[in-house]
């Protein structure tokens, strides 16, 4: 269940991206996953159903989910995070159960929370990224 939710999302952000083409992503929302992440276990479902949605909404945001579970993941993560040109920025933050909000032109970082903060702290990083963008 978790894994078709995951890839619903994932795909669900690919075609968000490619409608959003008119307008220049400003912001990359990155989130570190695994399977054995036990903050991702605990908050991984909450933040797929509640939070990213509401990112992925906003064509000035590309979500992105960096699954660090194994190899194999690893190595599917990495095409993704090649095309969006932060594969050095992701290789020096791995942090699992954390979302890194990425300024898509500069590919510094805006703003960092865990996935097991509250709602309200989560948007609160998410606003003060798009505000520094």
Known sequence: MKKLLIASLLLLGTVASGLSQGRQVKVIALMNKASWCPVCQDHGMHFMQKIAPMVMKNPEVKMLVNDLSNDQTRASSMEMLK?????QFA???????????????????????????????????????????
């Open 83 to 87: 095309e969006a040109g932060i594969t």
């Open 91 to 133: 290789e020096e933050n791995d942090a699992t159960g954390r979302i890194y909000f990425i300024d898509a032109r500069t590919k510094k970082l805006l703003s960092t929370v865990s996935i097991a903060q509250s709602d309200r702290e989560i948007m609160k990083a998410y606003k003060e990224a798009l505000s520094k963008a």
